[in-house]
């Protein structure tokens, strides 16, 4: 079974643990691994947020910088400074993210002023400007560790926030070292990262983690998070878990020695997010809602 939250977003709270809440992803980027380019334009990643909506999208989750593996991240140091230009491999600045997400979430705020909207950045420039234009969650795939001022900006905004492992960087992910016990590893370092978020003045209330499927975890060094993840309930905080279209689920589903492409990975990726429910997820973050809706479903009755 899973613990019950309410998720303090500031102005409001998201009940969390009665039913799965699905997080749908919009990618404002031209090279996020599954969906890059799709929804650079404005008009368009406004048109497919709204269909995630009627969906039945509980959260929307609108990211402008690929953190796909071998993507370049140069992130601030002590402060906002300048990074490469937008190029493929290249880092993403501040201000370009900023070009990209800012539009598409005042339009959906002005039309939905109801849809919860997360912004999906590790800077805290974009964390600001993101929920000053009506983002109420930041979600940060470095666990709040690198821009130093992200867990300051993040406690001052009052806003809810996801912190998520990950091991390295992007760029470093093919050829990190074997972790031993992942599990172990996740469940350790999260505590660690979560304490110290609230120590910066982040309260325990606003938080949510993410064992972060994928990031600085290879293929099959997944499948122990999965298959372990109702232990990550131990450190006391609502979970959200992202799965979808992952390269693991590529790998296994291989045909000809070849993974199965991104498009390719729905039914796969449905049988990680039951499970996932069934182990205590309170959120998955997806690509494809209407399928993990109905999903979702089904695991809440069996839960």
């Known amino acids: 079974m899973r613990s019950v939250f309410n998720w303090n977003l500031g102005s409001r709270s998201l009940e969390l643990g009665k039913r799965t809440l699905i997080m749908g992803v919009v990618n404002v980027t031209p090279d996020s691994f599954s969906d890059g380019g799709k929804f650079l334009d404005r008009d ?50 501040a201000d370009e993210e900023l070009r990209r997400v800012l539009p598409v979430i005042t339009e959906l705020k002005k039309k939905h002023p109801k849809a919860v909207l997360s912004v999906d950045t590790y800077k805290a420039a974009v964390a600001r400007a993101a929920v000053a234009a009506g983002a109420e969650i930041v979600n940060d795939i470095s666990g709040f560790r690198w821009d130093p001022q992200m867990a300051k900006t993040i ?70 998070l999965l298959s372990r993840f109702s232990e990550l309930q131990g450190a006391g905080f609502p979970l959200l878990a992202g799965t979808s279209r992952k390269s693991f689920i590529g790998h296994t ?45 089904i695991a809440d009755a069996i839960v």
């Open 155 to 224: 406690a001052d905004l009052k806003c809810g926030a996801v912190l998520m492992h990950t091991r390295g960087r992007p760029e470093e992910w093919r050829t990190l070292p074997p972790p031993g016990d992942i599990v172990l590893l996740v469940k350790r370092e999260l505590k660690e990262w979560a304490e110290k978020a609230v120590l910066a003045g982040i309260r325990r209330e606003r938080i949510v983690l993410d064992p972060g499927f994928g990031f600085g975890k290879r293929l099959d060094e997944n499948y122990p």
């Open 44 to 93: 368009q990643a406004i048109a497919h947020a709204e269909r995630l909506l009627e969906e039945g999208a509980d959260i929307l989750d609108i990211g402008g910088e690929s953190t796909r593996p071998g993507a370049k991240v140069d992130p601030p140091s002590g402060s906002d400074k300048k990074i490469a230009p937008p190029n493929p491999g290249r880092a993403v600045t």
């Open 253 to 297: 589903l291989a045909k000809d020695g070849k993974d199965a492409p991104p498009e390719a990975r729905l039914y796969g990726t449905l049988a990680t997010q039951v499970a996932l429910i069934l182990k205590g997820a309170h959120i998955l973050r997806t690509h494809d809602v209407t399928p993990a809706v109905e999903a979702a479903k």
